[in-house]
């Protein structure tokens, strides 16, 4: 299968600041940059020094900065180029263009990567076509794949080439996947097909099921059969960068909502098998400092809990704003290109977003009665508790009294016994066991067991 003038773009995106993570501005943490610089040094053999071109500080209250110093901006272009060649296995050598555009959009860094095989080698020379194996050539070791970071929010692969004879549009499907094949030899990396569509007049083909969120990569196949796709593509370049950041963002946000609702479903399971009516009414000392112990766990884990649900809420949020944001740009397409059907981008966001709300919608709704019965547990073990120790405080002031009527008693009885015994201090022999210090103390001792057994006898009728 032959193609003529195969593209691949890299439209890559990360945080440079957030609510809790701050980059760094000796590095400001473009990991894309180093992304840019390693594709280009892997492929072409050429130092790119991304960073070096960069004014990171231009405008810095600005939503949207195009970062390229101004020293080095040619005729408006915002973007640095770079040429090269690559070697193939027939001894022949090929010209590569390519070109990075670096920016900062909002809160993020994006990055516009671009390696080509150019349109013309010379003025009105056509390069010739090349078979789709030379997309292999673009993506060694899968070098186009960034690696994820704290930062990352995600990219999307757009491989664009144009088809080379009418009758190519009745293999569009095993062309588009002979592309995908190449730039993606390793059957493990490689992104499974999503659907099919047109875009400006040209099909275009979308891998990467959302379903797999640990394995998802966005990649789009777009087969030119019509110049004015080109010309469309050149109009609205601008948009559809934009499209690819907020859709990256919607997806990101989904993502890290599935880690919240792993987080949430393990607390849940734990807060269910609480088992608080199970609880016995009669507790032994261990039981009572079990659930002493649990007392204090639980604020904790409701803490965490609320914390979950409320970063739950921010994600679902942070997709709605993004998917607006997603169909503003759509709009200006529209406002652009008038006639032109857009349902291909539409698809996103009238099916995929609002589906994502409606999942973090449900998981919500299900994990806020976790909160109650969160809410329920501690309130019960509370009253357990508070019950048994008054009831163990109040038995404990019981015996106190018990023993301290008993005492009372024996010792009134006690000093009766002694002010009516004669020679009390006299000396104890065999010949007189029945001493009055031994009698006094056998009358001291059964009064106050007789007491103590009145005032126990009291405090049970009570």
């Known amino acids: 299968m032959k193609i003529y003038a195969p593209n691949i773009h890299l439209f890559a995106f990360q945080l440079y600041k957030g609510s809790n993570i701050e980059v760094n501005n000796k590095d400001d943490g473009c990991k894309l940059w180093q992304g840019a610089d390693e594709i280009v040094r892997t492929i072409l053999h050429k130092d790119l020094d991304l960073s070096q071109h960069i004014d990171i500080h231009k405008e810095p209250d600005h939503p949207r900065v195009d970062l390229l110093k101004e020293s080095e901006v040619i005729d408006g272009d915002y973007s640095l180029g770079f040429d090269g060649k690559i070697f193939l296995d027939t001894q022949q050598d090929l010209i590569v263009k390519g070109f990075a555009y670096p920016l900062r959009i909002y809160d993020s860094y994006g990055l516009w990567l671009n390696l080509r095989r150019p349109e013309e080698e010379a003025a009105d020379t056509p390069t010739e076509d090349v078979d789709v194996s030379f997309l292999s050539k673009l993506n060694p070791n899968n070098i186009f794949t960034l690696p994820k970071n704290q930062l990352f929010l995600g990219q999307t692969l757009l491989i664009t080439a144009w ?18 094949q190449a730039v993606f030899p390793n059957p493990s990396q490689r992104p499974p097909f999503n659907r099919q569509g047109e875009l400006f007049g040209s099909p275009i083909f979308e ?158 709704g299900y994990f806020h009665h976790g909160s109650a019965l969160l809410d329920q547990a501690i309130s019960s073990i509370r009253g357990i508790v508070e019950i048994e120790q008054a009831k163990r405080d109040r038995s404990l002031e019981q015996t106190i009294q018990i023993i301290g009527v008993g005492l009372g008693g024996g010792a009134i009885v006690s000093g009766v016994v002694t002010q009516h015994i004669d020679k009390p201090f006299a000396p104890i022999s065999l010949n007189n066991p029945l001493h009055p210090i031994v009698t006094s103390l056998f009358w001291s001792v059964l009064a106050t067991l007789f007491f103590g057994w009145l005032a126990w006898l009291w405090t049970k009728r009570k």
Do not use: M
């Open 163 to 180: 088809l080379t004879s009418p009758k190519d549009k009745k293999h569009l499907y095993e062309i588009a996947q002979g592309c995908l």
């Open 207 to 364: 891998y990467g099921l959302f379903r797999q969120p640990g394995n998802y990569q966005h990649v789009l196949i777009w087969l030119f059969a019509d110049e004015q796709t080109d010309e469309k593509l050149n109009l609205t370049y601008q948009e559809l960068l934009d499209l690819f950041f907020f859709r990256t963002k919607v997806v990101k946000a989904f993502q890290d909502s599935r880690a919240i609702y792993q987080q949430l479903a393990s607390a849940y399971q734990e807060i269910d098998h609480l088992q608080i009516n199970n609880i016995s009414s009669s507790l032994t000392q261990e039981d009572l400092n079990k659930l002493t112990e649990k007392l204090k766990e639980l604020p904790q884990i409701s803490v965490e809990y609320t914390r979950g649900l409320r970063n739950l809420e921010d994600y679902q949020k942070t997709i709605t704003i993004n998917a607006e944001n997603y169909n503003d740009r759509l709009q200006q397409i529209h406002g652009k290109i008038p006639q032109e059907d857009l349902s291909f981008l539409e698809t996103f966001y009238r099916k995929s977003s609002p589906l994502f709300q409606k999942q973090i919608n449900a998981d919500l």
